[in-house]
């Protein structure tokens, strides 16, 4: 069984900066890309930003300019670094890893169960 585990959510001001991380856990023989995700209140969840297992970035044009999606591959972990944060960001950011291969289990993809991130104005 593989779990993901987001962290780094908190409340900041409009202009401020935080830094997600996603630290997928079990015994995990290949990840694929990685995603993150953010759903606001009474929105759909929407698509963020993808990093593929080669570390080649796509983020929703919304983002573009403020945040960066990374990962260490090494330590099964992808990272959301957001800059100039705005109200409109708040929303609980969700981390997905895709085609993930397991010992134990056939091919799938996995979600963590997020964490919230609130901007003030």
């Known amino acids: 069984q593989v779990q993901l585990v987001e962290s780094g959510g908190g409340l900041v001001q409009a202009g401020e900066s935080l830094r997600l991380s996603c630290a997928a856990s079990g015994r995990i023989f290949r990840l694929g890309a990685m995603a993150w995700y953010r759903q606001a209140p009474g929105k759909q969840r929407e698509l963020v930003a993808t990093i593929t297992s080669s570390g080649s970035p796509n983020y929703v044009d919304s983002v573009k300019g403020r945040f960066t999606i990374s990962r260490d591959n090494a330590k099964n972990t992808v990272y959301l670094q957001m800059n100039n944060l705005k109200p409109e960001d708040t929303a609980v950011y969700y981390c997905?890893?895709?085609?993930?291969?397991?010992?134990?289990?056939?091919?799938?993809?996995?979600w963590g169960k997020g964490t919230l991130v609130t901007v003030s104005s």
């Open positions: 997905n890893a895709a085609n993930v291969l397991t010992a134990t289990s056939p091919v799938m993809d996995y």
